[in-house]
Nanobody, 123 residues
């Protein structure tokens, strides 16, 4: 049974930083493309970042240079370091895993999802 458990969310002021973690069980993060998505109130869930087995990563344009996705194989955990946060990035952030090693931005391509962690950025 695959489980993804996010942690690290919270309240931060605009311009601040947060680091999210996604602990995986039932799969090995090095063998699966892993991604982060977010969903703001009243909006559709959107892609944030993803990383594959070779540590190749992709990002949505608005977070490039501020967010970094990484992976710790020994801990079977994926991280999202978020810097220079903006109020409009307030959302529930979800970790997701594919049953494939290839990267994609499409939500429908991810088979497994965590419950999400709330990130609130105050102005």
């Amino acid at each position: 049974q695959v489980q993804l458990v996010e942690s690290g969310g919270g309240l931060v002021q605009a311009g601040g930083s947060l680091s999210l973690s996604c602990a995986a069980s039932g799969l090995t993060v090095i063998r699966n493309a892993m991604g982060w998505f977010r969903q703001a109130p009243g909006k559709a869930r959107e892609f944030v970042a993803a990383i594959d087995w070779s540590l190749l990563s992709i990002y949505r344009d608005s977070v490039k240079g501020r967010f970094t996705i990484s992976r710790d194989n020994a801990k079977n955990t994926v991280y999202l370091q978020m810097n220079s946060l903006k109020p409009e990035e307030t959302a529930v952030y979800f970790c997701a895993a594919r049953s494939s090693i290839s990267l994609t931005r499409a939500e429908s391509d991810y088979a497994y999802w965590g419950q999400g962690t709330q990130v609130t950025v105050s102005s």
